[in-house]
């Protein structure tokens, strides 16, 4: 029988040997991705149960989110390593050898801009707009919103474009020093001149954190593929043609992009201003501009903005709002349009937020209704709609794989003529990808994205009083009589009240505009804070700025990519430049920056003020050091942006932003970006000062081989 199998070139092996063989690979694989997650996420938990003293809200499925993210990694590395990562290395060889520069280029183009679209972090970007008020930032408001798509293209085509001038560097060998000198400085001149717009200001942090969104796993194996088999037929690297640059390029085209972008869509949008003005008859074309239509505006109104802002709306007509709603209750159509469509939602948001006319014409003039509808959706927690989660998710997963793939398959096939190597191997590494897209972006929107948000949302308890919102109560059947007074030791007098709950009893402050005696209802929001010294106390603030501190460092130092890199340059600097000093500038660096990140949105410092000077200080220090150092230490930057990092970092962001109530959390990425190429560059100058020392020192070689 074993003659036979040899004969036919098959080995017979039964399911649980298949697995014995399996397992080791797969729990290898599994773990790297654990390695890389593991240490940031156990931070974060911790900091947020042990020194901010709260819980995880929704601990459950954000630990189901997170074993997604594992999974989905692991499934979605795999299968760019057997499928999208050979079909780049024979493009990059076959490519230069069959087409002319202009076809290079073009598919540089294109490649650039389907590497995009399928990098895990991308989708971020599209969920990032929630927290954004139209009032206070609308062009950013519109990008991030009804223009999201665009958004995402912009970035793509700043890639692309990157990608094209990296491969002319690798065919020609130029030094990446003059694109920094002429992108740098053209970069720090637009973020000049859109600080003295207050839109183009609110979207500087969003265009600089987009050139870190790019540099993930995708984009760079894939356009190292095609830029190292370029340099293999154009004779080689050399010194301004090695693997790196090109990550600098993917990072600094898309801010250009972005900018462009914004710059476009200036003069369509308003000013900010506040709240009740934007909503008025005065502003509503420009408003509605900033929507998919105008009833999505009314329905954002309507869920998220103040009373007074709903009335402007109708030109400040109480009876013509209410006339809209009767109609919205009876044009099924029409109310879709404004609420969406769940079914409960015009009644939910009466019930719960709406004014008591709002209430009235909803529910028919029926107190008893409006109390029950109150009652219910006050306990009501809406379940998570699997199917919604896997259809939206697994169609951008398609969108994102599938498109990059047939480009790559057709240049191979029909331009280049060249058979598909190991088919069964690529198709199954694609199905792989997509499987793994699918996983992790639905792990992104249940785990990362909810922790990142809520240890955001919590960082400012430290040192402010801050509302615990997911907390909110509200008592039904609520009697004033239970209420007691105390005093204070300054004399004042304070109302509360105790709830039982289990077998425990709270105490609880009563405020009289939080009880709604019509209905017998009482509102309650939580308060927590300051948990370290005073309101805005100094300590506080240290802690927050510490804790942002250590998720840098800790975050860069799990990157697998890091450690990559550090052992490519200790091999290129003949171990002159050793990987743990690499690595810890790298970390330091991030982690610096992280905090700068943090301190922005802590005081509102416009991002201009952060970014410039450093940028600068970066050319003087370029022109100083050498191309091999240039090369590292600009390419540092992309290694501290991977795709778990991102969405954190971000989702981190946008959650303090919105409780310290600043218009808009962007920028930590962008200070986790440049700091790092600070610290390599700087640390490159002090090696490259010791080995002259070194080589100053040793004795000189004579002509013939000895010393003298």
């Known amino acids: 029988m074993a003659t036979n199998q040899q004969t036919a070139g098959k080995i017979k092996v039964t399911f649980k040997q298949a697995v014995g063989m399996l397992f080791p690979y797969v729990k290898n694989r599994v773990m790297e991705q654990v390695k890389a997650v593991a240490l940031i996420i156990i931070y974060l938990v911790l900091f947020q149960t042990i020194v901010l003293q709260m819980g995880i809200v929704d601990a459950s499925i954000i630990g189901i989110g997170l074993s997604l993210v594992v999974v989905g990694l692991t499934f979605f590395m795999e299968g760019l390593m057997l499928g999208l990562m050979p079909l780049g290395n024979v493009i990059g060889t076959k490519l230069p050898q ?335 990808a997509v499987f793994g897209m699918l996983l992790f972006s639905i792990g992104i929107e249940l785990g990362l994205a909810k922790l990142g948000g809520q240890v955001g949302g919590k960082l400012p308890s430290s040192f402010m009083t801050i509302e615990m919102k997911e907390q909110i109560r509200n008592i039904t059947n609520f009697d004033k009589e239970v209420v007691q007074t105390a005093t204070t030791s300054e004399g004042e007098l304070k109302e509360f009240f105790y709830l039982k709950t289990g077998s425990d009893y709270e105490e609880v402050p009563y405020y009289q505009q939080g009880h709604d005696k019509e209905k017998s209802i009482y509102h309650y929001t939580p308060t927590k804070g300051p948990l370290y010294g005073s309101e805005r106390g100094v300590m506080g603030i240290i802690v927050v700025l510490l804790f942002a501190f250590i998720v840098g460092y800790s975050a860069t130092m799990a990157e697998p990519a890091l450690n990559a890199l550090g052992l490519t340059v200790e091999e290129l600097t003949v171990g002159t430049f050793k990987k743990a000093v690499l690595m810890q500038s790298v970390g330091l660096g991030v982690g610096a920056g992280i905090a700068l990140g943090v301190a922005k949105i802590l005081w509102g410092i416009p991002l201009v003020f952060l970014l410039v000077p450093p940028y600068v200080f970066l050319l003087i220090i370029t022109w100083l050091s050498t191309e091999e150092y240039v090369n590292i230490g600009w390419d540092s930057a992309g290694v501290t942006t991977g795709p778990v990092t991102v969405p954190l970092v971000l989702a981190m962001g946008l959650g303090l932003g919105s409780q310290v109530g600043v218009t808009e959390g962007f920028g930590i990425l962008a200070m986790a970006s440049v700091c790092p190429i600070l610290s390599v560059l700087a640390v490159g100058l002090i090696v490259t000062k010791n080995r002259k020392r070194v080589v100053r020192k040793s004795p000189k070689s004579s002509p013939e081989g000895g010393t003298t």
């Open 98 to 432: 069959k087409s002319k520069l202009p076809v290079i280029l073009i598919f540089a183009f294109v490649l650039g801009i389907g590497a995009t679209f399928a990098e895990p972090a991308i989708g971020i970007l599209k969920t990032a707009g929630s927290s954004v008020k139209p009032w206070e930032a609308p062009l950013l408001f519109l990008l991030l919103n009804k223009f999201s798509n665009y958004l995402v293209y912009s970035v793509g085509a700043g890639v692309g474009i990157a990608v094209g001038f990296g491969m002319l560097r690798f065919l020609y060998k130029w030094s990446l020093k003059p694109f920094i000198y002429i992108l740098i400085g053209g970069l720090i001149a637009y973020t000049i001149w859109a600080y003295l717009d207050p839109n183009m200001r609110a979207l500087t942090g969003l265009a600089w954190d987009c050139g870190a969104v790019t540099t993930g796993p995708v984009t760079v194996p894939l356009v190292l593929a095609l830029g190292i088999g370029i340099c293999r037929i154009a004779g080689g690297a050399g010194e301004g043609a090695s693997g790196f640059g090109v990550v600098t390029l993917a990072s600094l085209f898309p801010i250009i992009a972005v900018l462009t972008l914004g710059t476009v869509f200036l003069g369509s949008v308003s000013k900010p201003m506040n709240e009740i003005a934007f909503f008025s008859k005065k502003n509503q074309t420009k408003a509605s501009s900033l929507f998919l239509s105008k009833e999505d505006m009314i329905g954002y109104a309507f869920k998220n903005a103040s009373a007074e802002s709903q009335l402007a709306l109708f030109g400040g007509d109480n009876a013509e709002m209410l006339t809209y709603i009767e109609k919205l209750k009876k044009n099924e159509a029409k109310r879709t349009a404004v609420f969406g469509l769940d079914s409960d939602a015009l009644e939910r948001w009466a019930a719960l937020t709406g004014s008591k006319d709002q209430q009235m014409i909803v529910f028919n003039h029926d107190k008893d209704a409006i109390k029950e509808a109150a009652t219910y959706y006050a306990r009501y927690i809406p379940p998570l709609n699997i199917s919604d989660i896997l259809k939206r998710n697994g169609l951008a997963a398609v969108q994102a794989i599938v498109p990059l793939t047939l480009l790559m398959m057709l240049m191979l096939v029909v331009i280049l003529r060249e058979k598909l190597p190991h088919a069964d191997e690529i198709m199954l590494g694609i199905v792989f």
